[in-house]
C-alpha cells in the first residue's frame, strides 16, 4: 500500500491525478534549443532555472532489452515491490509536471549499495540501494528521479555519445573476473578480494559519462521541477548534490579501513606461516663441533648452563651458538620481511588495477562544484521560501515490512566486509547467515557473500556453497554473475551439463548484451572454441559497442599469447628505430 503523503505540495494541482504538481506554461520565447551540427537532432538547452522547453520527440529503445542488461550487469536488481511503488507515484508527478505523463518511465532499484543513480534512452530509472539507505526525506529522493528524468526529458542519450556498457565494461569485466579467478593460494587472497573485486564491476558500468555541462542542465531541470513541486532545495538538491561529495570522502575513507584490516591480518599470516615452516628447536652449525674443538668443549656447550659464565672453549662456542641464534633469528625475520613484500608488491598492483578501474568508473563530475553553479541559479525562484523538509512519507516508505527488512540485511554487508578483512570469518560467517535471510534469502550479493563465507569458515552447513548459490534462481531478480559462477562449477565435474545450464540462463535474461562476452568466454573455456567464434561474430554484427569484447572473449591463450608477441615485437622495433636514429645523431 502506499503511504500517504504528508503535505500537498505549495505548486500542486488538487485537480491533477496522484497529487501531480501544476504543469506550469512556458513562454514560447525561452523555449531554446540549438543543434550541435548540420543535420544533427535537436538539443532543447534550459538557460534559465524555472522554465522547461517543451518535451522533444522521443524514440524508445527496448525497455525489456535495457532491464535485462541491468540485470546481467553487476547483482543485478533487487525486488522492492512496495518501495518501487512509492517511487513511482513520485515520478508520475515529475511526468505529470512536465507534460509528459503518457511516456513509459519506471523506476528500478539496483542492489549497488554506492550512490551511482542512472537512466537510460529506454525510460527506466536506476536507483541503488546506497541511495534509499542514504537519502534523508522525499525531497532528496524526489531530487534524484527529477535529475535522471532530466537526462531523458532532455534527449541526453540521442544527443552524445554516452557508451559506457561497450567495449570498455565489457573488457573491464573480463579482465576483473580473471584476476578474481587467480590463483588465491599463491597471492594471499582471502575471500574479501573476490567480492571487493565484483562489486567494483558493479552497476557503475552501465552509467553514462556525462561532462560537467550535461550534469548541470540536469540538475537546472531536476531543481526546476522540484522547486514546482513545492519541495525544499535545501533538503532537496543541495542536500543530494552535497552527499555525493560526502559519501565519496567516505567510501575513500573505508577503503583504506578495509585495505589496512586485510594488509595487517595477511602481515600475521604471513609471520606465522613462514615460522610454522621453520624446524622448531634446530640451530644451524652449531649443533657440530667446530674445526678443531674437543668433545669435552661440545658436551659442556650441551650441558645445562649454571649462574656462573662458562669459560674457555665452552665460552667459545657459547659465544658461537648465540651468534648463530641471532643469525638464524635474523634470516628467519628475513624471509618473513621476504615474503610480506612480496604480498604488499603484489598489492600495489592490485590497487593499481583497482585504481584505474575507479577511474573509468568515474562518470559524475564532484557535487559540490555543481551545488555552488545551481544555489545561485535557483537563488531568485528560492528567496524567502524555506519550505520543511518532507520526511514522513519517506520514513513511512523505508519502514514497510519488506523494504526496511531488505534495507537491514543489505547495511550488513559493509560490517561483513570488515570481518572478513580482518580474517574473523566465523563471525563474519554468522552475519552473513543473517544477510541471506527472510526477504534476502535468494539475493544475489547476501548470498555470495555466505557462499564465499562458508568455504573460508569451514563451517558446518546443510547446504553447500553452490546450493547457496543456486538460491537465485528463485528470486524474483536474479544475477547473471551468479549464474555464470554457478556455470563455472558445474564445468569441473560435467562441461555438458554446465553448457545447456548457462544456455538456459542466457536465454533467461534475453541474450542481453552484457551476457554475450561471458557467454562466449564460457564456449572457450569448455572447449567449444569454434561455437566461441561464431558467437564473437554474430556479437560483432548485432552489438556494435561489444564487437572487441566479444572478439577478445572468444580468443584461446595461445592467440592471446600470439598477439602480445607481435604487440612486443613491433614495441620493440620502434624503440630500435628511435635508437638508431638518436645515436647516429
Not at 652449525?285 to 662458562?310: E, L, N, Y
Not at 554457478?486 to 535474461?509: C, I, P, T, V
Request: charged content about 20%; hydrophobic content about 45%; some cysteine.
Amino acid at each position: 500500500m502506499r503511504p500517504p503523503f504528508a503535505r500537498a505540495a505549495a505548486a500542486c494541482s488538487a485537480a491533477l491525478a496522484l497529487a501531480a504538481c501544476a504543469n506550469l506554461p512556458v513562454p514560447a520565447s525561452l523555449a531554446s534549443f540549438s543543434s550541435l551540427a548540420p543535420g544533427a537532432p535537436e538539443k532543447p538547452v534550459i538557460k534559465i532555472a524555472g522554465e522547461l522547453p517543451p518535451p522533444p520527440a522521443h524514440t524508445w529503445p527496448d525497455a525489456k532489452q535495457d532491464l535485462n542488461d541491468h540485470r546481467a550487469d553487476g547483482w543485478g536488481l533487487v525486488s522492492m515491490p512496495e518501495l518501487e511503488q512509492y517511487l513511482n507515484a513520485l515520478l508520475q508527478k515529475i511526468k505529470v509536471t512536465t507534460g509528459t505523463a503518457d511516456w513509459p518511465v519506471t523506476v528500478h532499484i539496483t542492489s549497488d549499495t554506492s550512490l551511482n543513480a542512472s537512466s537510460t534512452a529506454a525510460g527506466n530509472i536506476y536507483v541503488p540501494l546506497g541511495w534509499i539507505m542514504s537519502a534523508q526525506s522525499e525531497d532528496e529522493i524526489f531530487a534524484i528521479l527529477s535529475h535522471e528524468y532530466g537526462h531523458i526529458y532532455l534527449n541526453h542519450y540521442a544527443l552524445y555519445d554516452v557508451r559506457n556498457a561497450g567495449d570498455a565494461s565489457a573488457i573491464l569485466a573480463g579482465v576483473t573476473w580473471s584476476v578474481v579467478n587467480r590463483n588465491v593460494v599463491d597471492r594471499g587472497w582471502n575471500g574479501l578480494d573476490k567480492i571487493m573485486l565484483v562489486q567494483s564491476i558493479g552497476t557503475t558500468v552501465l552509467m553514462p559519462a556525462w561532462q560537467r555541462s550535461i550534469e548541470e542542465q540536469a540538475d537546472l531541470f531536476g531543481a526546476t521541477v522540484s522547486l514546482r513541486c513545492g519541495y525544499s532545495y535545501i533538503y532537496g538538491f543541495k542536500a543530494f548534490l552535497e552527499r555525493i561529495d560526502t559519501y565519496d570522502t567516505e567510501a575513500r575513507e573505508r577503503d583504506e579501513k578495509l585495505q589496512k584490516a586485510q594488509d595487517d591480518a595477511m602481515h600475521e599470516k604471513i609471520r606465522a606461516d613462514t615460522l610454522a615452516r621453520i624446524p622448531k628447536g634446530s640451530v644451524p652449525m652449531a649443533s657440530a663441533p667446530a674445526s678443531g674443538a674437543s668433545a669435552t668443549a661440545v658436551a659442556a656447550a650441551a650441558a645445562p648452563m649454571s649462574d656462573a659464565q662458562p669459560s674457555g672453549p665452552a665460552q667459545a662456542l657459547q659465544g658461537i651458538n648465540d651468534a648463530l641464534a641471532k643469525l638464524n633469528d635474523a634470516l628467519t625475520q628475513g624471509q618473513v620481511s621476504l615474503n610480506t613484500g612480496a604480498y604488499d608488491a603484489q598489492r600495489a598492483l592490485d590497487r593499481a588495477l583497482a585504481k584505474g578501474m575507479a577511474s573509468l568508473r568515474d562518470t559524475h563530475p564532484e557535487g559540490a562544484a555543481r551545488e555552488d553553479d545551481l544555489s545561485k541559479a535557483v537563488e531568485g525562484l528560492i528567496a524567502g521560501k524555506r519550505p520543511p523538509a518532507t520526511t514522513a512519507p519517506w520514513e513511512a516508505a523505508r519502514k514497510q515490512r519488506h523494504t526496511k527488512e531488505v534495507l537491514a540485511h543489505y547495511a550488513m554487508l559493509s560490517d561483513i566486509d570488515m570481518l572478513e578483512a580482518q580474517h574473523r570469518y566465523v563471525e563474519a560467517y554468522r552475519l552473513a547467515q543473517r544477510a541471506a535471510s527472510g526477504a534476502t534469502a535468494n539475493d544475489a550479493a547476501p548470498d555470495y557473500y555466505l557462499a564465499n563465507l562458508l568455504a573460508l569458515s569451514h563451517a558446518r552447513s546443510s547446504e553447500t556453497p553452490g546450493q547457496i548459490l543456486a538460491r537465485n534462481q528463485k528470486a524474483p531478480e536474479r544475477s547473471w554473475r551468479v549464474q555464470v559462477q554457478l556455470a563455472d562449477a558445474m564445468a569441473a565435474s560435467n562441461r555438458a551439463q554446465a553448457r545447456a545450464f548457462l544456455e538456459g540462463q542466457f536465454a533467461w535474461f534475453g541474450q542481453a548484451p552484457q551476457t554475450w562476452p561471458d557467454m562466449i568466454a564460457f564456449y572457450r573455456d569448455t572447449g567449444d572454441v569454434q561455437r566461441g567464434k561464431q558467437m564473437a561474430l554474430a556479437c560483432g554484427i548485432n552489438f556494435a559497442n561489444y564487437r572487441a569484447a566479444c572478439s577478445n572473449a572468444s580468443m584461446t591463450p595461445a592467440e592471446l599469447a600470439q598477439i602480445k608477441a607481435k604487440t612486443d615485437a613491433h614495441a620493440k622495433m620502434i624503440v630500435d628505430n628511435v635508437s638508431h636514429r638518436w645515436f647516429r645523431q
